[in-house]
C-alpha cells in the first residue's frame, strides 16, 4: 500500500510541473466546489461544482499577477491519486494536491443551495507551503446572481493572494472581465456541464454547450476562454 501511495505520488510528480520557468507569477490552482442541494431534484445543481471554478478562474486571470494551473493537470494528479472535490476539505490534503501541480495556492469552494433557490458560496484559498488558510469568505445570494457572486469572491481574493517572492505586482487587474447581467445560471450550469463532458474526453459536445453559452452572452470570457481551450485540443 506504501509503495502504491508513493509510486503515485511519484508520478503525479512527474506530471505536474509548473508550465514554464521564465513565469513567475504566483500560481493558484482552483478545484471542483462540492454542492449541497437542499431542493427536490439536487442532482440537477451538480453542474455548478465545476461551473463556478471554471468562472473563478477567469475572474482570478483577470489580476495579472497571478497565473492559474491549468484544469487538466489538477484533473491528472487527482484522478492519480483517487481524490475528490470533498477531499480537499481538508487543507493538509488541498495543500499537498496544490504543490504536486505546482501552486503556490489552492482554492476550495463549497455551495449551497437553500429551499429558496439562494446560493451560500464558502471558498478558501490555502497557501501549499505552509498548509495555511490566507483566505476565506462566504456570500449568499439568489441563484440566478451567481455570476455575481463567483465575481465579488474573485476580486477580493486576487488581492490577497501575494505575488512576492517573485516578480514586483504589475499593477493589477487588467480590466473588467465583462460579466453578463442576465442568464446568470443557465450560463454557469452550461459550463459546468461543458466541464464535465471534457472531463469524459467528449470534446465535441463540450464545444456545443460552451457555444450556447455564447450564444446567450456572446462577449463572455469564461466561455471564450473554455472554447479557446476546447479547439486547441484534437
Do not use: C
Not at 471542483?32 to 440537477?44: E, G, H, K, Q, R
Amino acid at each position: 500500500m506504501l509503495l502504491t501511495a508513493v509510486t503515485l505520488v511519484t508520478s503525479a510528480r512527474a506530471t505536474a510541473q509548473p508550465a514554464s520557468t521564465d513565469d513567475r507569477r504566483a500560481s493558484v490552482a482552483v478545484v471542483d466546489f462540492t454542492i449541497a442541494a437542499l431542493v427536490p431534484n439536487a442532482s440537477n445543481w451538480a453542474p455548478l461544482g465545476k461551473g463556478m471554478p471554471q468562472i473563478l478562474m477567469t475572474e482570478l486571470a483577470a489580476n495579472r499577477d497571478l497565473r492559474i494551473v491549468e484544469r487538466e493537470r489538477i484533473q491528472t494528479v487527482l484522478d492519480e491519486l483517487k481524490l475528490t472535490a470533498s477531499a480537499l476539505a481538508d487543507r493538509e490534503t488541498a495543500a499537498r494536491v496544490g504543490k504536486l501541480v505546482g501552486a503556490r495556492y489552492i482554492v476550495t469552494g463549497a455551495a449551497t443551495i437553500d429551499p429558496r433557490n439562494r446560493i451560500r458560496l464558502d471558498v478558501h484559498g490555502i497557501r501549499t507551503e505552509t498548509s495555511v488558510q490566507e483566505y476565506a469568505d462566504n456570500l449568499l445570494g439568489p441563484a440566478d446572481d451567481v455570476l455575481d457572486l463567483v465575481a465579488r469572491i474573485g476580486a477580493t481574493m486576487s488581492k490577497r493572494f501575494d505575488p512576492t517572492p517573485f516578480d514586483a505586482p504589475s499593477g493589477g487587474r487588467s480590466g473588467d472581465p465583462g460579466r453578463p447581467t442576465r442568464h446568470g445560471l443557465r450560463l454557469a450550469m452550461l459550463m459546468g456541464n461543458a466541464v464535465e463532458l471534457h472531463d469524459r474526453h467528449n470534446v465535441d459536445s463540450a464545444k456545443v454547450l460552451v457555444r450556447q453559452a455564447l450564444a446567450l452572452a456572446p462577449d463572455y470570457p469564461s466561455a471564450k476562454a473554455l472554447l479557446t481551450s476546447l479547439e486547441r485540443e484534437k
